[in-house]
């Protein structure tokens, strides 16, 4: 009777793959898709792939700063001679050594201290820039935050980042998790969260402030060029006053509530795009700058409406809120405020003649404060652009004998004051009393 013996030599075990070699075959992978075709794949599958590329590109980055924290740990650098973790990291990668010493940094912390970020971004939910607006903020939460706050916070603001905790489902960008960053401990701890938010604010300004420059560049062709950077506040400024100046609408409505076209606004057959138009709207406030010196306290021609506790004010702790919807520190606002001006609309009790005949060129303050009762805004129906920006045009031109008086005084935009001297329009004034501009055939 034949007997079947069994091979009872124990299977080698199954070889793991090691990290390297992993990589290593991500590495083949992106290689193959990069020499793929893109014939095949429609509209939708497109966006699909630049998605998944982008949760590739972040579990990619996290796994590198984990990599380099392990290589920080073991302190392997000093087995090459080199000066530090991030010189050997600089050597390796191609990049500098300030950006490896600032990874090394985002690195550490998210392996000692905040899990919530660090698995969102591992499994490619968060992108770099997110995780570091995240991890910058929860390293200023107050020195009375507790560990378990402080991770509450977290988890929160993680939840804003990736969508899952927003009425959406969309996430937001590092630009707006930085605004949102200030509230993070809003829901846990409202004292907390005004005292995180003023710090963030204190060294957001202290930091704007640092890196403020403007570098401005002779072209030699009649044209100036220019790079600058400014803190927050001033671009919140800066961009309320341009958006401003970028009006007048072409259709708008006239003080009856009826529909007006001006012809004189740009439009689509000017050929101008946004940036021209903000270029211009910028040489029109350059040309409004006072030309006798920086008007004193009182005399501010910026108006800005800031909401702010009282208590904030007097001391100066706490946080304020502009109309443009920034946020800034109270003692910026503080500062704002020595400078901030109320113009009543009285007239000035010393009597001074209004009608000044042909004896002055320009009307003067006086006559511009009587049509500022009249007027409100630009004279042309339809235009919203503020009587502070206003120049005071004479109808009967004075150079054909116009007086520089009440009434021949009118007051224009920089955009409509310029389209009144321009020969391809007549200025009207219409019989409701309201001024509109006539294209001449």
């Known amino acids: 009777m034949a007997m079947m013996l069994l091979d009872r030599t ?10 390297d070699e992993l990589v290593a075959a991500i590495g083949d992978g992106l290689a193959r898709a990069v020499g793929a075709s893109m014939d095949a794949l429609d509209d939708q599958a497109l966006g699909g792939v630049v998605a998944e590329l982008a949760r590739i590109e972040s579990r990619t980055v996290a796994l590198r700063l984990a990599v380099s924290a392990e290589a920080d740990r073991r302190q392997v650098a000093q087995q090459t001679a080199e000066t530090g973790t991030d010189a050997w990291l600089a050597r390796l990668t191609g990049s500098t ?58 988890e929160w603001l993680v939840a804003r980042a990736t969508g899952a905790g927003t009425r959406t489902g969309r996430g937001l960008d590092a630009k707006r998790l930085r605004q949102t960053a200030r ?20 060294r957001e300004t202290r930091a704007a402030e640092a890196e403020t420059f403007l570098a401005l560049h002779d072209n030699g062709n009649g044209t100036f060029s220019g790079r600058f950077t400014i803190p927050e506040l001033h671009g919140h400024l800066l961009t309320q006053a341009l958006d401003r100046l ?34 211009a709207a910028w040489c029109e406030l350059i040309e409004h700058l006072p030309t006798r010196g920086w008007p004193g306290a009182g005399s501010n021609g910026c108006e800005v409406l800031v909401k702010i506790d009282l208590d904030a004010l007097l001391t100066g702790l706490g946080v304020a809120g502009l109309d443009t919807g920034v946020a800034i520190t109270a003692g910026e606002a503080r500062r704002l405020a020595c400078n901030a001006g109320l113009i009543p609309a009285v007239l000035d009790g010393d009597s001074r003649p209004l009608d000044l005949g042909r004896s002055h060129r320009l009307h ?10 009249v007027h409100d805004t630009c004279a042309v129906a339809g235009c919203q652009r503020p009587f502070a920006w206003c120049e005071i045009h004479h109808p009967q031109l004075w150079s054909r004998g116009g007086r520089t008086d009440l009434g021949n005084g009118l007051p224009l935009c920089g955009h409509h004051h310029r389209r009144a001297h321009d020969t391809s329009f007549d200025l009207r004034r219409r019989s409701d009393g309201e001024w509109a501009f006539h294209r001449r055939r």
């Open 10 to 19: 124990p299977a080698p075990p199954v070889r793991e793959h090691g990290l």
């Open 97 to 154: 050594r300030e950006q490896m010493a600032g990874g090394l940094r985002l690195a550490g912390l998210l392996s000692q201290k905040y899990a919530a970020t660090r698995e969102a971004f591992a499994a490619g939910d968060l992108r770099v820039e997110q995780v570091r607006v995240i991890v910058n903020a929860a390293e200023q939460a107050p020195a009375e935050a507790t560990p378990a706050q402080v991770r509450a916070a977290e």
């Open 364 to 373: 003067n303050r006086t006559q511009r404060r009587a049509l500022a009762l």
């Open 246 to 279: 970028t009006a007048p609408r072409r259709l708008s409505r006239d003080k009856h509530g009826r529909q007006t076209v001006d012809d004189s606004a740009p439009g689509p057959g000017w050929g101008t795009n946004v940036y021209e138009t903000m270029g």
């Open 183 to 202: 509230r993070m401990f809003a829901a846990i701890d409202p004292d907390l969260a005004d005292r995180h938010e003023a710090i963030l604010l204190g």
